[in-house]
């Protein structure tokens, strides 16, 4: 939501953008004014600052450090004209904060502590988060270079992040087959292998033409690794 306004305010989202023809805008599609999406934007901030105040206050004091840096990636993500996003920054905002802080945020609530083990299985989890918006990327590379972002695509061009893109997705695998050979991870973790032929399909998609939900079918592989990787973790 926070990204959308921003993205409006200094005029990088237009009817025309990529992203509003295939998912409402909330401004372009009538359903909320900039100044009610703002006010939203900060009801959804008071929200989360109250729920982790009360995790930090009862739980642990390490929650307020993650609640700043997940507060500052939020904000500081397009707040300014020089965001993170704006500067080719934002698959590595979005791997720190939709990884590292969130699997060791979920790790603190539960055990009242960090984890540098929690810390190595977030590593794909994070990856498969700035896959996402690296399939965004690529899609939107003209449009973002014609309103002068800076983004991995528009400064390797579309060739080397399609190749990046096949990168990422196959890293996670990767670590896993680390992991799982080092003890970090249990060998049933392997049944997440079951999502890699999407992750092909995906990349051989991506090289003949970019659909326009890129993302979002991106973000499809990325749920179901997840969750069979959280679900073989807890219950095999």
């Not at 893109?165 to 670590?175: G, R």
Request: proline residues 4%; glycine residues 6%.
């Amino acid at each position: 939501m926070l990204n959308d306004y921003f993205d409006l305010k200094y005029k990088v989202d237009t009817p025309q953008a990529p992203t509003a023809l295939y998912r409402p805008h909330p401004v372009f599609a009538n359903i909320l004014t900039p100044k009610k999406q703002l006010t939203f934007c900060i009801s959804l901030f008071a929200g989360a600052l109250i729920i982790g105040s009360l995790f930090a206050i009862f739980i642990s004091s390490l929650i307020w450090l993650l609640l700043v840096c997940g507060f500052l990636l939020a904000v500081f993500y397009t707040a300014t004209a020089k965001g993170l996003k704006y500067l080719a920054l934002g698959e590595l905002a979005v791997f720190a904060a939709f990884g590292p802080l969130l699997v060791e945020g979920a790790y603190c609530i539960q055990r009242a502590g960090l984890s540098f083990k929690a810390f190595l299985i977030s590593i794909p989890i994070g990856l498969f988060a700035a896959l996402v918006l690296l399939a965004n990327n690529i899609r939107d590379v003209k449009f973002d270079a014609a309103s002068g972002i800076k983004t991995i695509c528009t400064l390797l061009g579309k060739n080397c992040g399609l190749k990046l893109y096949v990168l990422l997705s196959l890293l996670p695998y990767a670590l896993l087959v680390l992991f799982i050979g080092t003890g970090v991870l249990k060998w049933t973790c392997a049944i997440v292998f079951l999502v890699l032929p999407l992750n092909i399909k995906l990349a051989q998609l991506f090289f003949k033409d970019i659909p326009q939900d890129a993302d979002a079918r991106t973000s499809q592989a990325a749920f179901l690794f997840g969750l069979l990787l959280i679900g073989s973790i807890a219950f095999l």
